[in-house]
């Protein structure tokens, strides 16, 4: 298997998940998963154009900052948006970025990839780093280390966020506990599930479930 | 909606006395790195971060609760 991880740093939250990314590497290291790091200035859309456009990459991983159309680069731009989404065609996708699975994840799925993701904005505790970390890795151990199914991983996964957050309750921590919760309610695994998509009701149907409360 | 604001108070109060104990604490809200000042600050002007927290809030203790239950003998 071969492997993109694309890490910028320029904030306090990638500051973070720059390290929680580096436990992600040294997996693909000890499970001969070969990966290339893209990290802070090598962190640019045309770096990561130029490395998924090469022959034999399955996976594509990226932490961090995201949008729902958009994962960043080390310059604050796309890395990947709507119009070079398509070199992940038949990739999976492994990202903590925010709300990128909401539309990014769908698009991708569209055209035959996997994503791991989030569809809002994610959210962690400086007090319980340790903690997310292992939450947040969890699914790219079970799937891609253990070589899980996309469905067994994310079941597991979503069970490490609910247990750590419960433990975090015991340890007093409970805007940790509630951001792990939180975090663990909104990843999604496209195609471990399919996307859902809310159908958007008229100005009528909104009025009518108004009413009837 | 009392209940609501009363949860929140005691969600305001741990956030103050963790600015006591831990001053370096932060909430990485997304692109937002937030003190816990910060954070009570948002729980009054940002509605749907309020209603999440509320959300997990009772989610969480319903999960405490049935933990306790299946621990009864």
Redesign the interface.
């Known amino acids: 298997m071969k492997g993109i991880l694309i890490r910028p740093r320029f904030d306090d939250p990638t500051k973070y998940t720059f390290d929680f990314a580096a436990e992600i590497l040294a997996w693909c290291r000890q499970a001969g998963i070969s990966v290339v790091e893209l990290a802070e200035t090598e962190a640019i859309r045309s770096r990561v154009e130029e490395e998924l456009a090469k022959e034999g990459v399955d996976l594509f991983i990226h932490y961090d900052h995201g949008n729902e159309d958009a994962l960043i680069g080390q310059d604050k731009n796309a890395v990947i948006d709507a119009d070079n989404c398509q070199l992940l065609k038949g990739k999976e996708v492994y990202t903590l970025a925010c709300l990128s699975a909401k539309n990014l994840g769908a698009r991708v799925w569209r055209i035959g990839g996997k994503y791991w993701g989030y569809v809002d904005v994610v959210s962690f505790t400086t007090d319980a780093l340790p903690e997310f970390r292992r939450a947040f890795n969890s699914g790219f151990l079970f799937r891609f280390v253990e070589g899980d199914t996309p469905q067994n991983a994310l079941s597991r996964a979503k069970s490490v966020f609910d247990q750590l957050s419960l433990e975090l309750v015991d340890d007093g921590k409970t805007m940790a506990a509630l951001a792990m919760r939180y975090d663990g309610d909104i990843l999604v695994y496209y195609n471990g599930h399919k996307p859902t998509t809310k159908k958007k009701l008229g100005p009528f149907c909104l009025l009518w479930r108004r009413l009837r409360r | 909606m009392n209940q609501e604001n009363e949860l929140i108070a005691e ?1 305001k109060e ?2 103050t006395r ?1 600015t006591a104990s ?1 001053p ?10 937030l003190t816990a000042p910060e ?1 009570i600050a948002k729980l009054d002007k940002d509605r749907k971060f309020r209603e ?2 509320i959300k ?2 009772f ?2 203790a319903i ?2 609760e049935q ?1 306790a239950r299946e621990k009864l003998p």
């Open positions: 969600i741990t956030l963790l831990n370096t604490w932060r909430l990485m809200l997304g692109p937002e790195s954070v999440v927290i997990h809030y989610g969480l999960q405490i933990r």
